[in-house]
């Protein structure tokens, strides 16, 4: 039962000549007949203001032969077309009135996904009230976990948690805004908590000052959280794989994100609905001939290339994670990343499916019938793998 019906205002209503009326647009767009006119007055009407028996008294006065049952059943089908809006939910909601001014854009971006949220009883205000109660943890707090960080504020996430133990230095600054030249040599995590005490004073941010280097470590980071994003690469290989077995056990969904020179990649796991980082490998070793040359190649001789990311291309690819990380949290549109690794071409802007790999149900990570064989075989690809953080001032190009 709508209260009071807006007609949401992301779309436009065209008149044309042969009275027929264009609602919507793009992937969005309706005709409908209109003889009288009639029906465009009433969207002009629908402004949110009024009842359907408001809407039939201002009405029936220019166009006598319109029922109260004629205004809800066009009220109706506009609604499930996905065009209504029903502002009385603004009172029962449980953002106060300064969040829904706040994330008043959020919301109208959320409008446009009514239809599928009317299937689960939800609507734009419920996506947003979402992500205000949502607990997400950043690991890292470089690039990606800095821009993502600015993108939990945009949402309205208001508990977060990051974990870094990191100082921010002169070459930070290229892409890392949270931080200014006063911060160099401060805390990254003070700094951001510093910093969206003035942006975001709702926010409660949880600064662990730790590094990842045990998977006890990862284990203990995530507990409570919605989301985790994964924003650190060292130590390689193991970082994503300790994340992704502490994300499994406690079932918290995980976002990866990285970049090279020319593409990123990023790649979302869902405990129990998608494969994991394990089933990767595993399905891998089984597909691909020379995987366990590969990995044992990149074990034996790291190649750790100094950072070449430029603010524009960071910016995309952490975009892209804040987008999953939206979709995951709201149920507004499927996933692309979940399960698969996506490849964004820095240059050109496609993305490709690189790797597509299903929940192995004998993972001895995720699977439900975890097999000892499957474990050796994992145990075998990594067992040799000393991990060392390279340090920046070793590197000399920091
Ligand atoms: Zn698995």
């Not at 976990?145 to 070459?171: C, E, H, P, Q, Y």
């Not at 919605?226 to 079932?251: E, H, K, Y």
């Not at 549109?333 to 299903?358: C, H, R």
């Amino acid at each position: 039962m709508l209260h009071r019906p807006m007609f949401n205002p992301l779309y436009p209503i065209k008149q044309n000549d042969e009275n027929i009326l264009s609602i919507g647009q793009d992937s969005k767009l309706y005709e409908l007949e209109d003889k009288d006119g009639a029906i465009f007055t009433l969207l002009t009407m629908l402004d949110g203001s009024k009842t359907t028996s408001q809407l039939h008294d201002g009405l029936r006065k220019k166009f006598p032969h319109v029922t109260l049952e004629d205004i809800q059943q066009v009220i109706q089908a506009l609604n499930e077309l996905g065009f209504i809006i029903d502002l009385s939910i603004k009172e029962t909601s449980s953002l106060s009135s300064y969040e829904q001014e706040r994330f008043k854009a959020n919301i109208h971006f959320f409008s446009h996904f009514s239809e599928q949220l009317a299937i689960v009883n939800e609507h734009a205000m419920t996506s947003q009230e979402k992500l205000c109660s949502s607990t997400v943890t950043i690991i890292g707090m470089g690039g990606f976990g800095s821009s993502v960080l600015f993108n939990l504020a945009g949402l309205g996430i208001k508990k977060v948690r990051i974990v870094d133990f990191d100082t921010v230095s002169l070459s930070n600054l290229n892409r890392q805004f949270l931080f200014n030249e006063k911060d160099i040599g401060k805390k990254k995590i003070n700094v951001a908590q510093t910093f969206m005490q003035d942006f975001y004073s709702n926010m409660q941010i949880e600064a662990v000052d730790k590094q990842i280097n045990h998977p006890e470590v990862a284990e203990e980071v995530i507990v409570g959280s919605d989301v985790v994003v994964l924003a650190a690469d060292q130590p390689t290989i193991l970082l994503q794989r300790w994340v992704n077995s502490a994300c499994v056990n406690q079932g918290i969904p995980f976002i990866g994100g990285g970049i090279a020179i020319d593409h990123g990649q990023i790649s979302t796991v869902i405990p129990k609905q998608t494969g994991c980082v394990d089933c990767m490998h595993l399905h891998r070793l089984q597909n691909m001939s020379i995987y366990r040359q590969h990995i044992q190649s990149s074990i034996e001789t790291p190649f750790t290339p100094p950072n070449m990311a430029t603010p524009s291309n960071l910016m995309m690819v952490a975009g892209m994670i804040g987008s999953e990380l939206t979709k995951l949290l709201t149920g507004i549109a499927p996933l692309q990343s979940n399960g698969k690794v996506i490849y964004f071409n820095l240059l050109t802007f496609k993305t490709e499916i690189i790797g597509d790999w299903p929940r192995m149900i004998s993972c001895p990570t995720c699977g439900d019938q975890p097999d000892s064989s499957f474990k050796e075989q994992l145990q075998s690809l990594f067992t040799d793998q000393q991990y060392t953080f390279m340090k920046k001032e070793e590197l000399g190009w920091n």
